[in-house]
């Protein structure tokens, strides 16, 4: 998936959040943002979102102060969905179609990206918790079923911090395949990295990798060769969030999407309104008319 002109200001927002997060002082604030208006000219739009934000926060993350300047941001989004899992894993185990409804809060996690919106609260969080129940799923939730179990090994690709709680909610319905949950290799954004995978005990349930990338989504030529034989191995893939979309949407593999559109970039591409909660195969594009909603 190609950027687009409307991504531009989403990749100032994201940096100007890195900078009011670890940066105090107003003049060296706008002597980083500078630096970053300046960095703009240098995106390719003909490469990926992720692509384009890899390479600005590269280049900011050598004039901050810390390589992971969402890292307090991330441990409170933990701290949040750790005390939410205990009720949700109940609603779910209780549920007429558990892995349905697993897949459905995982999906209601992917809300926590920073990268997407900046000014999430805790209201907006409660109330998608509230409607994730009855939230329909478009895309191809009964090929998704097959697929689980049909599957040998599993590649689960991790998205934020915070949604890799419910992740593991989902990862509990697919015990019977090997399951192995990737993670960045890097800081980026609020992306879920290895602490993150650990902070929601992961290691109890699959095996723990990272990509040894540090895009905000998984650009395989950037992913370290470990990796990339995992991806080509794997029996089935599990990609979460618009980050692992807008990287792989073009790939010929065995996998599937799950994520909320949040953008109009991502609904165009996707060919699913704003707001959707998307269980699919393989897109490449379509038209929303064409798009089956699953309960």
Same mark, same amino acid.
């Given at each position: 998936?190609?950027?687009?002109?409307?991504?531009?200001?989403?990749?100032?927002?994201?940096?100007?959040?890195?900078?009011?997060?670890?940066?105090?002082?107003?003049?060296?604030?706008?002597?980083?943002?500078?630096?970053?208006?300046?960095?703009?000219?240098?995106?390719?739009?003909?490469?990926?979102?992720?692509?384009?934000?890899?390479?600005?926060?590269?280049?900011?993350?050598?004039?901050?102060?810390?390589?992971?300047?969402?890292?307090?941001?991330?441990?409170?989004?933990?701290?949040?969905?750790?005390?939410?899992?205990?009720?949700?894993?109940?609603?779910?185990?209780?549920?007429?179609?558990?892995?349905?409804?697993?897949? +459905?809060?995982?999906?209601?996690?992917? !809300? $926590?990206?920073? /990268?997407?919106? @900046?000014?999430?609260? #805790?209201? *907006? =969080?409660?109330?998608?918790?509230?409607?994730?129940?009855?939230?329909?799923?478009?895309?191809?939730?009964?090929?998704?079923?097959?697929?689980?179990?049909?599957?040998?090994?599993?590649?689960?690709?991790?998205?934020?911090?915070?949604?890799?709680?419910?992740?593991?909610?989902?990862?509990?319905?697919?015990?019977?395949?090997?399951?192995?949950?990737?993670?960045?290799?890097?800081?980026?954004?609020?992306?879920?990295?290895?602490?993150?995978?650990?902070?929601?005990?992961?290691?109890?349930?699959?095996?723990?990798?990272?990509?040894?990338?540090?895009?905000?989504?998984?650009?395989?030529?950037?992913?370290?060769?470990?990796?990339?034989? +995992?991806?080509?191995?794997?029996?089935? !893939? $599990?990609?979460? /969030?618009?980050? @692992?979309?807008?990287? #792989?949407? *073009? =790939?010929?593999?065995?996998?599937?999407?799950?994520?909320?559109?949040?953008?109009?970039?991502?609904?165009?591409?996707?060919?699913?309104?704003?707001?959707?909660?998307?269980?699919?195969?393989?897109?490449?594009?379509?038209?929303?008319?064409?798009?089956?909603?699953?309960?």
């Amino acid at each position: 998936m190609k950027s687009s002109m409307d991504c531009i200001p989403c990749f100032v927002r994201q940096a100007t959040d890195a900078v009011s997060m670890t940066v105090s002082g107003d003049e060296e604030r706008k002597r980083l943002m500078r630096n970053v208006l300046e960095w703009m000219s240098d995106i390719d739009l003909e490469t990926s979102p992720p692509a384009a934000v890899q390479m600005i926060h590269r280049r900011l993350r050598g004039l901050l102060p810390t390589i992971d300047p969402y890292r307090v941001a991330k441990d409170r989004q933990n701290n949040l969905a750790a005390r939410l899992i205990p009720s949700i894993r109940k609603r779910i185990v209780e549920s007429f179609d558990p892995l349905t409804m697993a897949v +459905r809060y995982a999906i209601t996690g992917n !809300i $926590i990206d920073l /990268g997407a919106k @900046n000014n999430l609260g #805790l209201g *907006d =969080i409660y109330a998608e918790l509230q409607s994730a129940p009855m939230q329909p799923i478009f895309g191809d939730l009964e090929t998704f079923r097959h697929a689980v179990a049909g599957a040998g090994t599993i590649l689960y690709l991790a998205d934020n911090a915070g949604e890799i709680f419910f992740d593991r909610l989902l990862i509990e319905q697919l015990q019977g395949p090997k399951i192995t949950i990737v993670v960045r290799g890097k800081p980026v954004i609020n992306d879920a990295t290895r602490e993150d995978a650990l902070a929601a005990k992961l290691e109890d349930i699959a095996e723990i990798i990272d990509n040894g990338s540090d895009a905000p989504g998984t650009l395989l030529d950037d992913c370290s060769e470990d990796f990339r034989r +995992r991806f080509e191995e794997a029996e089935l !893939i $599990i990609a979460k /969030g618009q980050g @692992n979309f807008e990287t #792989l949407s *073009d =790939i010929s593999r065995n996998v599937f999407f799950l994520f909320r559109t949040k953008c109009p970039v991502i609904s165009r591409h996707s060919g699913y309104a704003v707001g959707t909660y998307v269980a699919a195969h393989g897109i490449t594009g379509g038209n929303q008319s064409q798009r089956r909603g699953l309960s």
